[in-house]
């Protein structure tokens, strides 16, 4: 998979399964997953794992114990045993099921891999090992340098994974599909929260165009983008029209706040900017994009700027919604979105 001008880098699959493509990621590190221990990362410490970004391979690239690889990989085991490692998941969440992602890895990928999950209130490992583990997912066979999309035979609520490899390997990338719970279950009905925090549930359904910076699920990140690439970002637009991307609140409520941040974006900011919403009853996300052409105005045509917070609090009132079509005129790039609003369920 080398390529002699650079990095190879291997992207996430495009025709994830509904139930994945309607998850957040509870193991992504921007929202507070670690890894926390792991038997043997002799050759590829254990935190490249859960890197949100796609793996990638670099020819010629050595450290001090050998080739260096994107991912977590353990030493070849010479006994009996096999290598596991703890993961604290990002926030406490229901799993529906896993990437097992061994890009990369072709003579080194571990034969089969099994997932047990608990519920702790400690991040302690001494404490974990002897927690009660739960399986997950059964002992299941993996191939090189594939995504293996395997779902969960558990619809419990966990905070924290043991992910074992038999009987040792790399793992370039593990995502953790599922839904977090308990913090817009347990929402007072006056509080004022983000409806479409990736923390929160949100997600994104559908966009039509995501050519630079990382994604547009970075829109629903925590905190403020770090740089350029921190952020949902289209290429120029050569034609009529303008770029769009719909999302799912993580619950249904009424937004009466929203946030366009446009931090670092200067020379590529969205000219303007307008939000359309619904309250989305069935169907699927492909039933929910044709739609949200036609969803009521919920923030009419506003004008951005470089590099700000833009905040606006003259919405109209459309009771409680689920989704929102986040419209850009005519293309540019935006850091993060907010929408403050009470849960009404």
Known sequence: MSHASGPTVIAPPADLPEWARRSVDLANPRLGAKALYATDDFFAEVARMLNPEPAQFVPGKFDTNGKWMDGWESRRKRVAGHDWALVKLGCKGRIRGFDVDTSHFTGNYPPAVSIDATVSESDDVEALKTATWTQILPATPLGPNSHHILE??????????????????????????????????????????????????????????????????????????????????????????????????????????????????????????????????????????????????????????????????????????????????????????????????
Not at 154 to 183: C, E, M
Request: proline share 6%.
């Open 152 to 345: 969960s035979v558990s619809d419990a609520v966990w905070t924290h994974l043991r992910v074992n490899i038999f009987p040792d390997g790399g793992i370039a990338r593990l995502r953790v599909y599922g839904q977090p719970v308990g913090k817009l279950e347990s929402a007072s009905p006056d509080a004022i929260v983000d409806l479409v925090a990736l923390e929160n549930g949100g997600r994104p359904v559908s966009w039509n165009d995501a050519s630079f910076g990382s994604s547009v699920t970075t829109l629903l990140l925590p905190g403020r983008g770090m740089n350029m690439g921190d952020g949902w970002e289209t290429r120029r637009r050569r034609e009529p029209g303008n770029d769009w991307c719909v999302l799912e609140l993580g619950a249904p409520g009424i937004i009466e706040k929203i946030e366009v941040d446009t931090a670092f974006f200067k020379g590529n900011y969205p000219d303007r900017c307008s939000v359309q919403a619904a309250f989305v009853e069935g169907g699927t996300d492909r039933s929910a994009t044709t739609q949200s052409m036609f969803w009521p105005i919920l923030l009419p045509e506003q004008k951005l700027s470089m590099d700000a917070v833009h905040t606006f609090t003259d919405l109209a009132s459309l009771g409680p919604v689920t989704h929102v079509r986040f419209n850009i005129f005519p293309d540019g790039g935006v850091s993060r979105l907010r929408l403050w609003g009470r849960v009404k369920r």
